[in-house]
């Protein structure tokens, strides 16, 4: 091995420049540790096939990685390769500092989404070996490594909360303490934290802000200007804390009832609003807007509704919000150590998959939760999940089956549907559109249904959601109308005018079995909205949630029609009915008068009240 000594010194200097005092402490032994570590790192074959004018000069390729190779920046190895991260550390071993070992041991452990081994890996590097020189020549690579880990977790990559996130993140700003992308990326995780006040003053502090995060920032800071119009007031503090992402927008009309019952029952209760872009799904409405329109239509006095900050919450006694990704970012990502009672509905969707790995991490973790004291489930497969995976006794478990129509509340059983009998038959199809051909929905079905009744006379279809002419191509079919997302307000015309609402959702498990084992809830909340305006009902029950948990039919046969997903079948019966209106007629009414028994407010609201009641009582 020829000039290995001078070789080694001319990679010092590349670390170090020009300080001849630290050149001159060199040993033999750490030439020999630097041979060493170059002789782990170096897989020939790797090394000649990436290098061709090494193969050609015929020439032994760990003299030339040592002599030559190392110096010029030449890889010794693929580092994902089998065995790359045994080679790696093996040469750290013998060569601490070695510069190529270094970057690539931080490259494979820094860029993983188990975050203890980037904590890990960061420990050893700011700990054992980061010189200003490692330091500076990794700079890039820790500064992106920080970064992705941010990113990660704005897209769900990793479960971790963002308090975990942040606290990483700070010891990444420790090597590099003057990066502007790692102090945008502290500042954006206050803000995920609900910290509001805390990020604006973050952001107030960056002079330059990194360019892949820009978007987020401006996000950021617009949800920030949002806050503070809604929060002018001092914080109002009660016993019973609502927390929701769309409250109170009516775009999600069993959320704005449910939370506007609980408002209007329970005196001492506040809601706190992390508001979700509602645009998609027709909201028109900044949020500051939704609040003063509801404030002015209801009376609510003002602070009692904000934007949701985790420095501003009060000291609630109980804490109540629906769906499992929000009871994980508000109970577990963000944390409520003052609430001393947690609540939620379990709704299916929302984050919610049977047999996912992520689903069931965030419900572990929920239930291991002393302070989650009740799970409200509302569908049999969710009651039957939990206990039978044994993520909490039935005790800690509230069975209500359905969910929160507030359109119920005033309706009279007694009242009939008025519906023409002299017009073609309307049939409709409505949903929101979270796959490329909404077959999940059913939307597959439906045009194949319509393709059996191409451009008849004596009937018409008729499509609510994110859905149009191009998502499933049908030809040249004239008696199909699109309506595309529609709000609230649209929706009892519409549905006084269907005679008919076909509903032929699957979970997508059953279509792809990639993908997770999610469900909707029995009927879906369209189904349950048109059917109180008599619109006959058929839709399909392939999890078997048409019981309740002591095995009794929910809805019986003259009430809905449970069906396959079949579209000849399905167009046969339609055909039946066809000519047989006042049948069609009185299943719209035996639906209504059933999905008012189902779904009234003494079923559905007064027993979640008192719920919250009773732990508002208990709470000491």
């Known amino acids: 091995m020829r000039n290995i000594k001078a070789y080694m010194i001319k990679y010092l200097k590349s670390l170090i420049g020009s300080d001849r005092s630290i050149l001159n402490k060199i040993k033999p032994s750490k030439v020999s540790a630097f041979e060493l570590a170059c002789k782990e790192l170096l897989d020939e074959e790797f090394y000649l096939a990436t290098y061709p004018d090494i193969a050609m000069a015929d020439v032994d390729p760990l003299d030339h990685y040592i002599e030559c190779g190392f110096a010029e920046g030449r890889l010794p190895l693929s580092i994902h390769s089998l065995g790359a991260g045994s080679r790696i550390h093996k040469a750290l071993v013998f060569d601490p500092v070695n510069s190529v070992a270094v970057k690539f041991n931080l490259t494979l452990n820094l860029s993983v989404s188990d975050l203890d081994v980037v904590k890990e890996t960061l420990n050893w590097f700011e700990n054992q070996i980061a010189t200003p020189e490692l330091i500076q020549l990794h700079y890039q690579l820790i500064e992106d490594a920080a970064v992705d880990v941010l990113l990660k977790r704005y897209r769900n990559e990793i479960l971790n909360s963002f308090t975990e996130v942040q606290s990483l993140l700070e010891q990444f700003l420790r090597l590099l303490p003057e990066s502007p992308r790692i102090k945008t990326a502290i500042a954006l995780c206050a803000f995920r934290r609900g910290k509001l006040k805390a990020a604006g003053e973050y952001f107030a502090e960056l002079f330059t802000i990194a360019p892949e ?82 404030i002015e239509a209801t009376g609510l006095a003002s602070n009692r509704l904000r934007y949701f900050d985790t420095d501003f919450i009060g000291a609630p006694k109980v804490a109540y919000c629906v769906f499992l990704n929000l009871a994980d970012y508000f109970y577990t990502q963000v944390g409520l150590p003052s609430a001393e009672h947690l609540l939620f509905t379990l709704y299916p969707g929302g984050g919610f998959n049977l047999n996912d790995k992520v689903s069931d991490q965030k419900l572990r973790r929920l239930c291991d939760n002393p302070k989650l004291s009740k799970i409200i489930t509302t569908q049999n497969a969710t009651y039957r999940y939990l206990v039978e995976g044994g993520f909490c006794e039935p005790e ?62 004596e009937i018409r279809f008729h499509v609510v959601g994110g859905f149009d002419e191009t998502t499933i191509e049908f030809g040249d079919i004239h008696n199909i109308s699109f309506y595309g997302a529609r709000p609230a307000a649209f929706f009892d015309a519409f549905y006084t005018d269907m005679d008919l609402i076909l509903s032929p959702n699957i979970h997508a498990t059953a279509l792809d079995p990639t993908q997770p084992d999610s469900f909707d809830g029995f009927p879906t909340t369209a189904v349950v909205e048109a059917g109180l305006k008599g619109v006959a009902v058929f839709l399909t029950d392939f999890k078997g949630l048409n019981k309740h948990l002591n095995g009794t039919p929910i809805f019986k046969n003259n009430e809905m029609k449970i069906i396959d997903r079949d579209a000849d079948s399905i167009s046969q019966l339609i055909r039946g009915y066809l000519f047989d209106r006042i049948a069609l007629l009185e299943l719209g009414e035996s639906g209504k008068r059933a999905i008012l028994r189902e779904f009234s407010y003494d079923v559905q609201m007064r027993p979640r009240i008192e719920l919250i009641q009773s732990y508002l009582s208990a709470a000491s």
């Open 213 to 294: 995060l820009a978007g987020l920032v401006t996000e950021a800071a617009t949800t920030i200007a949002e806050a503070n119009r809604v929060n002018r007031g001092p914080l109002r503090e009660a016993e019973l804390l609502l927390l929701d992402t769309s409250f109170p927008s009516k775009v999600s009309s069993f959320r704005y009832g449910e939370f506007n019952s609980y408002l209007e029952a329970v005196d001492d209760s506040v809601i706190h609003t992390l508001p979700d872009d509602l645009v998609k799904y027709g909201e028109s409405l900044p949020f500051h807007a939704q609040v003063e329109q509801y």
């Open 396 to 457: 800690r478990i509230k069975h209500i089956y359905g969910g929160i129509i507030p359109s119920i509340y005033s309706l009279e059983d007694e009242s009939v549907a008025s519906k023409r009998l002299d017009k073609p038959l309307d049939v409709c199809f409505v949903a929101q559109r979270y796959s490329a051909n909404g077959a999940e929905k059913g939307y597959d079905v439906f045009i194949d249904v319509v393709k059996n009744f191409a451009n008849s006379a």
